[in-house]
């Protein structure tokens, strides 16, 4: 496809719960970026990469977030034993190059953990 | 779909108004502002970029101007439609340390036809 996809668009998970999310980013780009986006905020910084290289971490939330890119192409954010404040939007967005240049979005997966 | 945006502030303008919609940013340091759209449901989409060596930048009906000074962003919206309905974020790119855009909290924007 032409733009950056999301699997699954909806997830719902029982709280302890391992979930996987996908991003299939542009195909060529890049950089890869992860965000998650509460109701009512602007998305929130949790990793990216360049390439299969995961350069900054900084932003996952605690130990039960990871995320990979094995390849260079699609990356996988994974939660671990998943809790009520995980709820949110999870965004992958990826640019050509990397900083400094346009970042497309894809649609997002809504988690929502009960 | 899910709502973006329910504590937004939000500005509402008559179809055919010029919309502005403001941003304060954080780091004096940063070299690179976006603007981005995002309808309900969606993922943000870009509008319009500025680097920081410019203090305005024109598109299509969009208008971005930049003031370091006072750290200030906007963006210009002529003849405002209805489908330019949605939360508008500003992001910046700060020059060091974390490597991605930092997002501020949005604007809800509201078309009334």
């Known amino acids: 496809g032409a733009g950056v996809s999301q699997s699954p668009r909806y997830k719902v998970a029982k709280r302890g719960q391992d979930v996987a999310l996908r991003c299939d980013p542009i195909?060529?780009?890049?950089?890869l970026f992860w965000y998650q986006q509460a109701l009512g905020q602007g998305p929130e910084f949790l990793t990216y990469f360049q390439n299969e290289a995961q350069l900054d971490k900084s932003g996952l939330p605690s130990d039960r977030f990871f995320a990979e890119r094995p390849e260079g192409s699609v990356s996988t954010l994974k939660i671990q034993r998943t809790q009520q404040e995980d709820s949110a939007v999870y965004l992958c967005?990826?640019?050509?190059?990397?900083?400094?240049?346009?970042?497309?979005f894809g649609q997002g997966t809504r988690l929502t953990v009960v | 779909g899910e709502s973006v945006g329910l504590h937004l502030p939000t500005l509402s303008v008559q179809e055919g108004d010029n919309s502005i919609i403001n941003c304060a940013y954080s780091?004096?340091?940063?070299?690179?502002f976006i603007w981005y759209k995002q309808e309900s449901g969606k993922g943000p989409q870009f509008i319009i970029d500025?680097?920081?060596?410019?203090d305005k930048r024109q598109g299509q009906r969009v208008t971005v101007l930049l003031n370091k000074t006072v750290k200030h962003l906007s963006l210009q919206i002529a003849a405002t439609q209805p489908g330019d309905s949605a939360v508008y974020f500003c992001a910046e790119n700060p020059p060091a340390g974390r490597r991605a855009l930092t997002f501020g909290s949005g604007t809800r924007l509201q078309v009334q036809p």
């Open positions: 780091n004096s340091a940063s070299d690179y």
């Open positions: 967005a990826s640019s050509l190059r990397g900083l400094n240049t346009e970042a497309f």
């Open positions: 195909s060529g780009h890049v950089s």
């Open positions: 500025i680097r920081s060596n410019m």
